[in-house]
């Protein structure tokens, strides 16, 4: 049977993609980076689905391959090219030689790199001979993206990286390194792989310098140990937490089928997986009609605040920088799903473009989320409460210190909630004993978290009951008392703009400012109003780097929370395809707004842009509970009642009050006690 054409590359058609590229240089060394499916021109998967969705076998579509690799040229500098084979035919369709003036996505060999040039490097050795580290007490370098460039750097390709000490007289490996920051930070230019220089951290106060002063010949002498593994804990984890099981004694609702159709409570979609941004959503529909073409994550970027050198190149770009499905977690290995579970697996390559499985690196599951639906009847004391099941599409990944765990949950009431949750250990630097900072906190002695920020965008290509829709931004203002339209002053009126050209727009409370995305062309028989999907845009705050500095422009899409364009394939990425080392956003959202395009009943895409303004606090520290953030996709006038009405509402008999005795019992389990009550006296 011929894969979807949304299905991920097998592990044969990445075998046979490196193949072609490997053919193509013949006597070349090749450093491959990247091969993962390249989606098939929308016009072309458009057509299959109109096949599929009518019963028919629609014509398999080719396969391709986009194959990022380094060609190595006889002085031994790397040269980047990006790729687009055709896999099924074996041809190459296009061909990119992306040269130095962009720079590839990073690689975990290239981190592994960076810690083999720390451990070779005579300038290194010779900085760390200038400091006394405590008996026991070991090297950790923690790879970064390089995020901002110098006079005379530009067309250079650096790694920098953070350092620690670990204390291993535990020997523990995980006991926690993040609690001893050092103060410098190695450079390594990547084409020559050296150590070309080490950067001194200031580690003064509120008050002081700037500029780096001397340090302390021990500079952990005053940080304290905080660890976060069970078995390093003082006191040991919690005894008193009795357990709270999800179990589903026939199985779950779900159904998946062609390895990457799923099935759920009248959802019908596809998942695929890759490289940059990890779990995508693709053809989903809900109730046989059509909702959205393709859902993801496009980018995130964490800019922070610490105006001392070298801290304005501390911003990573999380997706285009490294890779969210290269970061992603095995998630057997933790309880980061409960419930009976589906795991989905990657392909991934290594640097020879030898294809290995990343297992169980999505996660498919079953939740509660509380209560859909309920009415009391008073007059007669009867109670009718639907529960609010989420179908869970999750993936999790580690990026350093920071973790981050990505969702899709689809609702039994034809809703998608996109959530975002950040968690792991907050980026800390070393600071002088006893001294504050307006840079950050002092989470710990020693150890200054400083301010950032975590951006996100979404990308929505949505299909309501087609591909032509129109964003429409419905406000609600209030209208000033007068005889003819508003006698009494109570009125208010709803504004109903079209988005007629791609533009963006921001938050708006005060208005209850809110986008839905309509299909013009359909009109609900009750309502008469065009067919929807509605959102309210997250009034987060946005980028607060200056417009002018370097942070800013290479993340212009931060700086609105909606924006509207009209697709273009290829056009996937928030930031623009390159964002590593980048000094401007190129081809991202700010360049797409600026064509100006049509937006009115055509093939739109929407993107959402949010984030957490994080200003740590101590219980941050050592690993910060999660921060939610979540975007709420309803259906507006789509249907012709609640679609779930029909949800079941019989009682659940696992459930017991605290004295043992069943909490669904008849006598009050309606919250009357049995009896209609009487309002009458």
Same mark, same amino acid.
Not at 79 to 94: A, C, F
Not at 630 to 652: Q, S, V
């Given at each position: 049977?011929?894969?979807?054409?949304?299905?991920?590359?097998?592990?044969?058609?990445?075998?046979?993609?490196?193949?072609? #590229?490997?053919?193509?240089? $013949?006597?070349?060394?090749?450093?491959?980076?990247? #091969?993962?499916?390249?989606?098939?021109?929308?016009?072309?998967?458009?057509?299959?689905?109109?096949?599929?969705? /009518?019963?028919?076998?629609?014509?398999?579509?080719?396969?391709?391959?986009?194959?990022?690799?380094?060609?190595?040229?006889?002085?031994?500098?790397?040269?980047?090219?990006?790729?687009?084979?055709?896999?099924?035919?074996?041809?190459?369709?296009?061909?990119?030689?992306?040269?130095?003036?962009?720079?590839?996505?990073?690689?975990? !060999?290239?981190?592994?790199?960076?810690? @083999?040039?720390?451990?070779?490097?005579?300038?290194?050795?010779?900085?760390?001979?200038?400091?006394?580290?405590?008996?026991?007490?070991?090297?950790?370098?923690?790879?970064?993206?390089?995020?901002?460039?110098?006079?005379?750097?530009?067309?250079?390709?650096?790694?920098?990286?953070?350092?620690?000490?670990?204390?291993?007289?535990?020997?523990?490996?995980?006991?926690?390194?993040?609690?001893?920051?050092?103060?410098?930070?190695?450079?390594?230019?990547?084409?020559? @792989?050296?150590?070309?220089?080490?950067?001194?951290?200031?580690?003064?106060?509120?008050? =002081?310098?700037?500029?780096?002063?001397?340090?302390?010949?021990?500079?952990? =002498?005053?940080?304290? !140990?905080?660890?976060?593994?069970?078995?390093?804990?003082?006191?040991?984890?919690?005894?008193?937490?009795?357990?709270?099981?999800?179990?589903?004694?026939?199985?779950?609702?779900?159904?998946?089928?062609?390895?990457?159709?799923?099935?759920?409570?009248?959802?019908?979609?596809?998942?695929?997986?890759? $490289?940059?941004?990890?779990?995508?959503?693709?053809?989903?529909?809900?109730?046989?009609?059509?909702?959205?073409?393709?859902?993801?994550?496009?980018?995130?970027?964490?800019?922070? /605040?610490?105006?001392?050198? !070298?801290?304005?190149?501390?911003?990573?770009?999380?997706?285009?920088?490294?890779? &969210?499905?290269?970061?992603?977690?095995?998630?057997?290995?933790?309880?980061?799903?409960?419930?009976?579970?589906?795991?989905?697996?990657?392909?991934?390559?290594?640097?020879?473009?030898?294809?290995?499985? /990343?297992?169980?690196?999505?996660?498919?599951?079953?939740?509660?989320?509380?209560?859909?639906? +309920?009415?009391?009847?008073?007059?007669?004391?009867?109670?009718?409460? &639907?529960?609010?099941?989420?179908?869970?599409?999750?993936? #999790?990944?580690?990026?350093?210190?920071?973790?981050?765990?990505?969702?899709? +949950?689809?609702?039994?009431?034809?809703?998608?909630?996109?959530?975002?949750?950040?968690?792991?250990?907050?980026?800390?630097?070393?600071?002088?004993?006893?001294?504050? *900072?307006?840079?950050?906190?002092?989470?710990?002695?020693?150890?200054?978290?400083?301010?950032?920020?975590?951006?996100?965008?979404?990308?929505?290509?949505?299909? %309501?009951?087609?591909?032509?829709?129109?964003?429409?931004?419905?406000?609600?203002?209030?209208?000033?008392?007068?005889?003819?339209?508003?006698?009494?002053?109570?009125?208010?009126?709803?504004?109903?703009?079209?988005?007629?050209?791609?533009?963006?727009?921001?938050?708006?409370?005060? *208005?209850?400012?809110?986008?839905?995305?309509?299909?013009?062309?359909?009109?609900?028989?009750?309502?008469?109003?065009?067919?929807?999907? +509605?959102?309210?845009?997250?009034?987060?705050?946005?980028?607060?780097?200056?417009?002018?500095?370097?942070?800013?422009?290479?993340?212009?899409?931060? @700086?609105?929370?909606?924006?509207?364009?009209?697709?273009?394939?290829?056009?996937?990425?928030? &930031?623009?395809?390159?964002?590593?080392?980048?000094?401007?956003?190129?081809?991202?959202?700010?360049?797409?707004?600026?064509?100006?395009?049509?937006?009115?009943?055509?093939?739109?895409?929407?993107?959402?842009?949010?984030?957490?303004?994080?200003?740590?606090? %101590?219980?941050?520290?050592?690993?910060?509970?999660?921060?939610?953030?979540?975007? +709420?996709?309803?259906?507006?006038?789509?249907?012709?009642?609640?679609?779930?009405?029909?949800?079941?509402?019989?009682?659940?008999?696992?459930?017991?009050? &605290?004295?043992?005795? *069943?909490?669904?019992?008849?006598?009050?389990?309606?919250?009357?006690?049995?009896?209609?009550?009487?309002?009458?006296?």
């Amino acid at each position: 049977m011929a894969p979807h054409p949304f299905d991920q590359l097998s592990f044969e058609e990445t075998q046979r993609a490196r193949d072609i #590229i490997l053919k193509l240089h $013949p006597d070349t060394a090749i450093f491959f980076r990247y #091969i993962f499916l390249e989606e098939a021109p929308k016009a072309e998967v458009k057509k299959y689905l109109e096949a599929e969705h /009518a019963g028919k076998t629609p014509d398999p579509l080719n396969r391709r391959a986009m194959v990022m690799y380094d060609v190595i040229d006889s002085d031994k500098v790397p040269v980047y090219n990006e790729s687009v084979v055709d896999v099924t035919s074996g041809k190459r369709l296009d061909h990119n030689v992306v040269g130095k003036e962009f720079h590839a996505s990073l690689t975990v !060999p290239e981190f592994r790199l960076l810690v @083999q040039a720390v451990e070779k490097s005579e300038m290194f050795k010779k900085c760390l001979e200038e400091y006394h580290l405590p008996k026991g007490y070991e090297l950790v370098v923690e790879p970064w993206p390089y995020g901002g460039l110098l006079p005379g750097e530009e067309n250079r390709r650096y790694f920098q990286g953070l350092c620690f000490a670990q204390d291993t007289s535990s020997k523990n490996a995980d006991s926690n390194f993040y609690s001893f920051p050092l103060p410098f930070i190695p450079v390594m230019d990547a084409a020559t @792989q050296e150590i070309v220089r080490v950067d001194r951290i200031a580690t003064g106060g509120r008050g =002081d310098p700037m500029e780096p002063e001397s340090h302390p010949k021990n500079p952990v =002498d005053h940080c304290t !140990p905080s660890e976060y593994v069970p078995e390093l804990l003082p006191n040991g984890p919690r005894k008193d937490l009795k357990p709270l099981d999800v179990v589903q004694p026939e199985g779950p609702s779900f159904k998946v089928t062609d390895d990457s159709l799923i099935e759920w409570q009248g959802w019908r979609f596809r998942v695929s997986f890759n $490289p940059r941004e990890g779990a995508v959503l693709h053809d989903l529909h809900f109730k046989g009609r059509s909702v959205m073409y393709r859902l993801s994550f496009s980018e995130m970027t964490v800019p922070y /605040a610490d105006a001392r050198y !070298p801290f304005a190149r501390k911003q990573a770009f999380d997706f285009g920088d490294g890779g &969210a499905g290269t970061c992603a977690n095995n998630l057997s290995l933790g309880c980061d799903c409960l419930g009976v579970i589906k795991y989905f697996d990657s392909i991934v390559t290594d640097a020879e473009g030898k294809p290995e499985v /990343a297992p169980n690196v999505v996660c498919l599951h079953e939740q509660d989320n509380g209560i859909a639906w +309920k009415h009391t009847n008073w007059r007669t004391g009867r109670a009718v409460v &639907a529960r609010n099941r989420e179908l869970v599409v999750q993936f #999790i990944i580690t990026l350093a210190n920071y973790e981050y765990i990505f969702a899709y +949950k689809l609702d039994t009431m034809g809703g998608i909630n996109v959530e975002t949750r950040a968690t792991g250990i907050v980026s800390v630097v070393n600071i002088d004993a006893g001294k504050q *900072s307006d840079y950050g906190n002092v989470v710990s002695e020693g150890a200054l978290a400083q301010n950032h920020q975590h951006i996100f965008c979404i990308r929505m290509d949505p299909a %309501v009951d087609g591909h032509n829709n129109t964003a429409v931004i419905e406000e609600s203002h209030p209208v000033a008392m007068n005889e003819k339209t508003n006698p009494r002053g109570n009125y208010y009126e709803v504004i109903k703009t079209p988005v007629k050209n791609s533009r963006w727009l921001d938050a708006d409370v005060a *208005s209850n400012r809110v986008v839905k995305i309509t299909n013009p062309s359909k009109t609900n028989p009750i309502s008469g109003r065009p067919v929807s999907y +509605k959102f309210a845009p997250m009034a987060t705050q946005l980028l607060l780097a200056d417009k002018n500095s370097v942070q800013a422009q290479r993340a212009l899409f931060a @700086q609105h929370h909606v924006w509207v364009t009209k697709h273009t394939d290829g056009e996937l990425y928030a &930031a623009g395809r390159y964002t590593l080392q980048s000094t401007r956003e190129e081809g991202g959202l700010a360049d797409m707004v600026e064509r100006n395009d049509n937006t009115e009943n055509e093939d739109i895409v929407v993107w959402a842009t949010f984030g957490l303004t994080h200003n740590p606090r %101590v219980e941050d520290w050592p690993v910060m509970p999660v921060e939610i953030h979540e975007l +709420k996709l309803r259906p507006a006038d789509f249907w012709h009642e609640n679609p779930g009405i029909d949800l079941p509402t019989n009682k659940n008999e696992a459930s017991r009050l &605290a004295n043992g005795d *069943s909490c669904c019992s008849t006598n009050g389990a309606n919250g009357t006690n049995g009896h209609a009550p009487n309002f009458m006296g």
